[in-house]
């Protein structure tokens, strides 16, 4: 005779320690499975897009930093610059592109190394949130002598970036490079080979590869279900054409296979930045625009590949000072989009890992 | 004349009454603050935050927790849930949405509780003051703030900075005589 059971709501969030910030989700569970998931976003909306409207092209950089995903502050500078740039059709110098890219890189291993710490601590292993804090903090000083700011940089200009390197930046970004590479094989000792962690992740939350397409994932969650697809190769922007990189793809889908491919990334950005060291010309950093910069009438859409997806900006501007209309296209509003696919049919204790591994930021979600 | 131990509570500790005869002791007042100090001392170097980050700061509290700055040194040691922290830190920027929830959560916490406000957009809105119809303008609409940080976001160090204040705060309190006034309110009461 079958059991009878009753469906149970579980409501978790917003306040909770691995929801990542403001997230609530309710969970519809039989006995211990999960029926149905349900996010309930926007208790981080901060009106972004409108508050774009009401400033100039130039003072939109600082709210981008803010507004949208904080912790790849740098991304979001390019992804909005480069859409400035594209409409306004303004050049910017070989120098600038190379210490963008450098800097982008060098932010994708920041937002991966936060992103692998808490992971952790959701997981139950603290020490790997101690460690990749070690390594951020190194990362943050970097960014602190080159911008001024740990955090929120506003160091990319329309038509290059704010200022040339401090003296001695590029060896001390060497000597990180050198650092980081010597340190992933502790998190492979550490987390790769756990049995409770491959336990814990091994199978679990898979998002087979129709699906990632079907409902919008990009980035590391994509690639790990197995779509080969970067927008830094298939859109070039600043100098990626310029270098070599892979693109670590995994057919399986799970949580492992999205940690798998995100430390991947980590060892690939470092690549990308010693090429860049080593080819980056010296010159101009920035052309000159007004500071009252009037853009032509049109529409441009720019893409970038941010630590968490592919990141677009679709800009409007009527001819003045101040754009017209902004949409952003977020990678992990899409990405939490494919929550509910991966959840349904695991178990309770499995919500924490699914999410986790999925990397939201909750600022990129809600804008 | 009946047995103490048959009285009601009120007539054996007359706790409207306890400060005043309290302080007309000899020396009673100065073993008063005496206890009290110590207590302060106590309670200063261990002041538990809830862990509750709402935006940006958040990471910058995380860094603090982390390795390089490391708040446990000062007896600030994350708590998951509000009905073990003796304090909450408003990280972020906070949304007209979130606003009943971070009442709430200040709500469940248990007396005394303290509040530091973290960054600029918890003290009055920050950048997002301007232009905008979903950002609260100030965390102190909804819940009485103690230390307010500056910054966007506030390095780790001003964090530090602000627990230091909140100690200083806390081992200023007299502690034991609100806490004397505040039973014998709920006695009258009850």
């Known amino acids: 005779m079958p059991l009878h059971t009753e469906e149970l709501m579980l409501n978790m969030g917003p306040q909770h320690p691995s929801t990542h910030g403001v997230l609530r989700m309710v969970v519809t569970l039989d006995g211990e499975n999960i029926v149905d998931v349900q996010p309930d976003i926007g208790y981080l909306h901060s009106s ?43 050049e910017v110098p070989e120098r600038a592109r190379y210490i963008r890219t450098i800097m982008l890189e060098l932010q994708r291993i920041s937002s991966h190394l936060l992103w692998l710490g808490t992971f952790g601590i959701d997981l139950g292993a603290f020490t790997a949130f101690l460690w990749c804090m070690r390594e951020r903090e190194r990362i943050m000083d970097l960014f602190e002598s080159a911008t001024g700011g740990r955090l929120h940089h506003v160091y990319f200009r329309i038509g290059g970036v704010y200022d040339d390197l401090p003296e001695g930046w590029t060896d001390r970004c060497a000597e990180f490079c050198d650092y980081l590479l010597d340190r992933l094989p502790e998190y492979d000792e550490l987390l790769t080979g756990n049995p409770i962690f491959l336990a814990r992740t091994r199978g679990v939350g898979v998002l087979p590869l129709e699906r990632a397409v079907a409902m919008g994932a990009s980035g590391p969650v994509a690639r790990a279900s197995g779509l080969a697809y970067d927008v830094r190769r298939a859109h070039p922007y600043e100098v990626y054409d310029r270098v070599q990189f892979d693109i670590p793809v995994r057919t399986e889908g799970d949580c492992y296979a999205r940690y798998l491919v995100r430390l991947e990334e980590m060892r690939q950005s470092v690549r990308i930045i010693r090429q860049c060291l080593e080819q980056m010309p010296a010159g101009e950093i920035r052309s000159k625009v007004a500071v009252t910069l009037r853009l032509p009438k049109g529409e441009v859409y720019a893409r970038t590949e941010s630590p968490r ?33 991966m959840m349904r049919g695991w178990k309770v204790a499995d919500v924490i890992a699914i999410l986790g591994s999925i990397d939201i930021v909750l600022s990129d979600v809600d804008r | 004349m009946a047995d103490p131990q048959y009285l009601p509570r009120s007539q054996v500790l007359p706790l409207d009454r306890a400060l005043e005869i309290i302080d007309a002791l000899p020396g009673g007042g100065v073993i008063l603050t005496k206890v009290e100090e110590v207590l302060n001392w106590g309670r200063a170097a261990s002041v538990w935050p809830l862990t509750f980050g709402l935006a940006c700061c958040a990471i910058e509290m995380m860094q603090a927790y982390a390795t390089r700055f490391d708040l446990d040194r ?17 990280a972020g920027r906070a949304t007209i949405k979130i606003a009943p929830i971070v009442r709430r959560l200040w709500e469940q916490m248990p007396e005394p509780k303290y509040v530091i406000s973290m ?30 940080v500056p910054g966007c976001p506030p390095r780790p160090e001003a964090l530090i ?30």
């Open chain 2, 74 to 90: 000062m007896g600030v040691i994350p708590r998951a849930t509000p009905r073990q922290a003796d304090c909450i830190i408003v």
């Open chain 2, 161 to 190: 900075e602000g627990f230091l204040k909140l100690q200083d705060k806390i081992k200023k309190e007299p502690f034991l005589r609100r806490r004397i006034q505040a039973a014998a309110a709920a006695q009258a009461g009850g």
């Open chain 1, 48 to 90: 972004v897009e409108k508050m774009m409207e009401h400033r100039t092209y130039l003072q939109n950089i600082a709210l981008v930093d803010r507004g949208m995903d904080y912790l790849a502050a740098m991304a979001n500078e390019e992804v909005w610059v480069l859409a400035v740039e594209r409409l306004g059709r303004i």
């Open chain 2, 119 to 148: 960054g600029s957009c918890a003290t009055c809105g920050g950048p997002f003051y301007y232009d905008n119809y979903s950002i609260l303008k100030g965390i102190d609409q909804v819940i009485p703030v103690d230390v307010y």
């Open chain 1, 309 to 341: 997806g592919d990141l677009g900006i679709y800009l409007v501007s009527d001819g003045g000072e101040r754009p017209y209309r902004v949409k952003i296209r977020a990678p992990a509003f899409s990405n939490l989009y494919a929550l509910t696919e």
